[in-house]
């Protein structure tokens, strides 16, 4: 009943950039915390950026100054532009929300929505 979908993936050179978006859909009543987070091969999966409903944002060490997360709260949506790329930042990038969705009526969640992921790759 809820659909995360994410776009903006790709190759890019070293030090170039990337704007990763991801729209949500379905019976939604609202959405709290929206995040990405990234998986590279081996690896657990990491957070990367998470934003409130409010605009709070938190960002992992590794990126912070470069990545930017933003969110349009009246399109669902959650943005991550991603500057200075590095080849560590090679990964699968999820997007993540908490939603709470109207059921016959009712409210229930929040729980946890994932996209379905979108490979970025940083190579020369």
């Known amino acids: 009943q809820v659909q995360l979908v994410g776009s903006g993936g790709g190759l890019v050179q070293p030090g170039g950039s990337l704007r990763l978006s991801c729209a949500a859909s379905g019976s939604i009543f609202s959405i709290s915390t929206m995040g990405w987070y990234r998986q590279a091969p081996g690896k657990q999966r990491d957070l990367v950026a998470a934003i409130t409903s409010g605009g709070t944002t938190n960002y992992a060490d590794s990126v912070k100054g470069r990545f930017t997360i933003s969110r349009d709260n009246a399109k669902n949506t959650v943005y991550l532009q991603m500057n200075s790329l590095a080849p560590e930042d090679t990964a699968v990038y999820y997007c993540?929300?908490?939603?709470?969705?109207?059921?016959?009526?009712?409210?229930?969640?929040?729980?946890?929505?994932w996209g379905q992921g979108t490979q970025v790759t940083v190579s020369s």
């Open positions: 993540n929300a908490e939603i709470r969705t109207r059921v016959l009526g009712s409210i229930i969640g929040p729980y946890d929505y």
